[in-house]
Structures are given as C-alpha cells and as structure tokens.
C-alpha cells in the first residue's frame, strides 16, 4: 500500500514578502503564548528573592573587600621591607 502525498503550497506571487511577514507574526503568537505557560512568582516571593540576592551581594562584597584590603597590606609590607 502506497501513501499519496499532497504536493506542497504554492506561495502567491509575493511569496517571500508574505511569508516573510507570516513568520515574524507566527513568532510572536508563539512567543506569547509561552509567555502565558510561564508561571510566574507572587510580588511576596520576588521581593523575599530579591532581598536574598542583595544580601548575598553584599556578604560577598565585605569578604572581597576584606580580602583585597589584606593583600593590598600584605603586598605593601613586602615592598617596603626591601627599601
């Protein structure tokens, strides 16, 4: 048993033009319609996420901080001691 196939579409005259243009809308349908899967989270949760990342930040700059301050020390105690 053989499948029959239909033959492609044509495009109409200005094919590329139109299909051009019915790409660009088809990306957006589909990309709103993803952005309608998307579960997004409540303002409680992005402010509580958001606080953590700060803080976090913050954290991690004293240590860096802390960090560069006791090389910079460490690197002018050895460079003045050979004068």
């Keep these: 048993m053989t499948v029959q196939r239909k033959p492609a579409r044509a495009l109409p005259a200005t094919g590329v033009q139109t299909a051009k243009k019915r790409g660009i809308v088809n990306f957006f349908v589909q990309t709103w319609s993803e952005f309608n899967k998307v579960v997004w989270p409540s303002r409680q949760e992005t402010f509580r996420l958001t606080a953590i990342v700060i803080a976090i930040t913050a954290i991690l700059g004293v240590i860096l901080g ?17 004068s």
């Design 66 to 82: 802390a960090i560069d301050f006791g090389f910079t020390r460490l690197i002018g105690f050895f460079g003045s001691a050979g």
